[in-house]
């Protein structure tokens, strides 16, 4: 048995019985920081060229970040050149801050600080392992040996920014693998790195807590996180960022319930891509923030662009179904949901809080379209068809004639197997009901009213027919009736004039019972009698013709 949970080990939660965050609301955004180009870059199977990350950090800019990851120059020369040319074009905005990752070993930091020569603002990233198993496995060392790793390399950090005083430094330490790491540990090594920087005195600092694997469920994670907030010395004086990666799936969640547990920051990648399962996606969670009402501080209207930008740097297709960026997020197929959603957005007007069943946000929002909002496959019923017509071309069907059309699309579906776009629909409404024989092609018609009702004269094809009754529909029934010998009854009728946008002014649907068979029909005329009558004609047809082709086929049988 290869497929055996004895393996494993449960994940050990911190014991806490003071927790506040649950009862916490986010109110505003946190500082982002985007690490797609260190990060995400790293964990990609064709690393970024120096013209894809030049356009990526183009878009990060553009989007509103002000503190970006772009590499780690001291482990990679390509890394080395994009950070120089970055500087050495003055391609950095002012206010933004590029932050660099090293480990905390003397002959990188050195190399860092040589790429990062001449830089206006930037952070110095500095990390060791801390975690219980990679002291134990990996490095072989106690903890005072791996406490003394990181405040050797805070005081180097320290050392270099002194002899380059023309930038504004900002310090960071990582905890790296923190989420394995003992939590009295990691405060002891976050207070010995900060006993060097000393945030107290002016130094901005950041410590970033890294989930560098998602070991636990997202309330853990918070834990721990408040239990580091109440721990730390110096708290007040510098922020706390979390950095976390998705292996369990909850990388947004994990976040965002850091940062009700007092996380200032947060770092994360655009759609998520990172070492295995990936980064915390940064457009989901500052979209989340977005959909509850909160400025998430970065412009995300255009995801088309970014979507675009980071599939071509990052050669990584975005999932259909990817949160806020994917083809289908905003699609209905479900015949309940697109009724639903057609109902309230018949009502919204721009300037309403959005309060729109199945679309947590505005699709326009992100620059997608209404129209991609109902579409049409077997599951959809007759609400997202007669929206769909209406939408597209001006045709409102009544109630029974969408119940009767739903059934022909549906059965369209299941033959294709698949989707049924709108032009489909239209041709399988023009071949149902809007089809007119030659035959039976009105070609004029002449009323003539009296106190005891309609005369009325038709002329369709080769036929000139007169008949009485009620009114126009009546009599012209009564003169088909004749004629034909057929007996008619009309069930529903319903006629309307038509808005802008097509040839013809009015539009008629009629439902028959030709000798007791239902028959259904619709018209497209310069007026709405003309439509009517042309809509009874063609229901006629229709079982006329069907019965003139049962009894040829007889007699030829
Ligand atoms: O995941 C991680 O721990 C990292 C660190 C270097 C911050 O990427
Ligand atoms: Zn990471």
Not at 7 to 20: G, N, S
Not at 163 to 184: A, I, R
Request: aromatic content about 8%; hydrophobic content about 40%.
């Amino acid at each position: 048995m290869g497929f055996d949970h004895r393996k494993y080990v449960a994940f050990q939660p911190v014991q806490k019985t003071d927790r506040r965050w649950p009862d916490q609301v986010i109110q505003h955004a946190p500082t982002w920081c985007a690490v797609d180009l260190r990060d995400g870059n790293q964990a990609l199977v064709k690393p970024m060229t120096v013209a894809q990350k030049q356009r990526l950090f183009d878009l990060l800019v553009k989007l509103g970040f002000k503190e970006i990851e772009i590499g780690f120059p001291a482990a990679s020369q390509p890394d080395f050149d994009f950070c120089r040319k970055l500087i050495e074009e003055d391609r950095v905005p002012d206010d933004v801050r590029i932050q660099v990752l090293t480990q905390a070993r003397p002959e990188l930091i050195a190399r860092t600080y040589e790429a990062l020569e001449g830089a206006r603002n930037a952070i110095v990233h500095v990390y060791n392992s801390t975690s219980t198993v990679q002291r134990e496995k990996v490095f072989r060392m106690d903890r005072e040996g791996i406490k003394e790793i990181a405040v050797n390399g805070a005081r180097i950090v320290k050392s270099y920014a002194e002899k380059q005083p023309g930038t504004n430094w900002t310090f960071q330490y990582s905890p790296e693998s923190f989420t394995g790491t003992e939590l009295d540990f990691a405060a002891e090594v976050i207070d010995a790195v900060n006993e060097v920087w000393r945030p107290d005195q002016g130094q901005p600092v950041i410590i970033n807590l890294p989930a560098t694997v998602e070991m636990a469920t997202p309330n853990v994670f918070a834990d721990q996180i408040e239990w580091i907030c109440d721990k730390v010395k110096y708290r007040e004086h510098f922020q706390i960022s979390v950095h976390t990666h998705n292996d369990r799936g909850c990388a947004v969640a994990a976040a965002e319930l850091a940062v009700m547990a007092g996380a200032d920051r947060v770092e994360g990648t655009l759609m998520g891509n990172g070492e295995r399962t990936g980064n915390m996606d940064l457009v989901t969670m500052a979209m989340n923030l977005y959909s509850q009402g909160i400025d998430p501080t970065l412009d995300l209207s255009g995801m088309a662009e970014i979507t675009d930008v980071v599939e071509a740097c990052t050669e990584i297709p975005t999932h259909p179904r990817h949160p806020y960026a994917g083809e289908l997020v905003f699609t209905a197929f479900s015949g309940s949901h697109q009724d639903a959603i057609r109902k309230c957005l018949s009502t919204y007007k721009e300037g309403d809080k959005w309060e729109i069943a199945y679309l947590p946000i505005d699709p326009r929002d992100l620059g997608r379209r209404y129209e991609e909002v109902v579409r049409i496959n077997s599951q959809s019923g007759k609400g997202g068809v007669a929206y769909v017509l209406e939408r597209d071309y001006n045709i409102a069907m009544p109630r029974w004639l969408q119940i009767e059309f739903s059934k022909v699309v549906q059965q369209a579906a299941e033959t294709e197997g698949g989707e049924v776009d709108s032009d489909t629909i239209h041709r399988l409404f023009e071949e149902k009901y809007l089809a007119v024989r030659p035959d039976w092609r009105l070609r004029t018609y002449d009323l003539h009213r009296t106190d005891e009702g309609v005369t009325a004269t038709v002329e369709f094809g080769e036929q000139r027919l007169s008949g009485e009754g009620l009114g126009a529909v009546e009599a012209v029934a009564a003169a088909v009736e004749q004629r034909f010998d057929v007996s008619l009854a009309v069930e529903a009728y319903e006629e309307f004039a038509l808005g802008e946008g097509t040839n013809a002014n009015a539009m008629a649907c009629i439902r028959i019972q030709v000798n007791g068979e239902p028959h259904s029909s619709a018209a497209l005329a310069e007026d709405t009698t003309s439509a009517t009558l042309q809509a009874l004609l063609s229901a006629v047809a229709h079982h006329v013709e069907a019965s003139q082709t049962s009894t040829s086929g007889t007699a030829t049988a």
